[in-house]
């Protein structure tokens, strides 16, 4: 079955970076986009950036220039760096496909942006 996996998170100052993985098991990884979600106490799941099968990429805006999506294919990983982090940024960040027509999520990982 479809599984996917958000590590990565924690706290970090202001201006600090992380680096967020999603491992993914149980579709052929290669051919699907991969995204990434987050939502903020009280908010609205909301999404941040996805990469294509073929590497095309997209960012919300209130990340772009700061964050940087990518994949392993040969680890079936998907990547979100962020960088420049503000305490809006504050938030779970979930990783999402759509395999077969049915969406699927992790289970989320808690990124706090606070001094």
């Known amino acids: 079955q479809v599984q996917l996996v958000e590590s990565g998170g924690g706290l970090v100052q202001p201006g600090g970076s992380l680096r967020l993985s999603c491992a993914a098991s149980g579709f052929t990884f290669s051919v699907y986009t991969m995204s990434w979600y987050r939502q903020a106490p009280g908010k609205e799941r909301e999404w941040v950036a996805h990469?294509?099968?073929?590497?095309?990429?997209n960012y919300a805006g209130s990340v772009k220039g700061r964050f940087t999506i990518s994949r392993d294919n040969a680890l079936n990983t998907v990547y979100l760096r962020m960088n420049s982090l503000k305490p809006e940024d504050t938030a779970v960040y979930y990783c999402?496909?759509?395999?077969?027509?049915?969406?699927?999520w992790g289970q989320g990982t808690q990124v706090t942006v606070s001094s």
């Open positions: 999402r496909v759509v395999y077969r027509g049915e969406v699927y």
């Open positions: 990469i294509t099968s073929s590497g095309n990429i």
